[in-house]
């Protein structure tokens, strides 16, 4: 599976990015998919995460709750982050992540800077 992200910018605080991640390859292996972040200086962390093909269960991390929204188009097998009212503190760098049973795949990072 090869993930190619896309969507990352400056924006000033309170506004708004769409991340997109399209996956290809062996897609039908996918589990679930997920956005994680680096913060300089501080561990990769799980943002945002979504079931797969028919299961579409999410998950948001405390921080971005009511703020950020996940979603994918299976046809176009592309994931999406919506980032709304957007803060300083979620300036990093956001990374695409899918999972198998037995593997992880990663996309490449895309930098998401918030200015005050």
């Known amino acids: 599976v090869q993930l190619q992200a896309s969507g990352g910018g400056l924006v000033q605080a309170g506004g708004s990015l769409r991340l997109s991640c399209a996956a290809s390859g062996s897609t039908f292996l996918i589990i679930y998919m997920a956005w994680y972040r680096q913060a300089p200086g501080k561990q990769r962390e799980l943002v945002a995460r979504i079931g797969f093909d028919s299961d579409s269960t999410t998950y948001y991390a405390d921080g971005v709750k009511g703020r950020f929204t996940i979603s994918r188009d299976n046809a176009k097998n592309i994931l999406y982050l919506q980032m709304d009212s957007l803060k300083p503190e979620d300036t990093a760098v956001y990374y695409c992540?899918?999972?198998?049973?037995?593997?992880?795949?990663w996309g490449q990072g895309t930098q998401v800077t918030v200015s005050s």
């Open positions: 992540n899918a999972r198998s049973r037995n593997t992880n795949f």
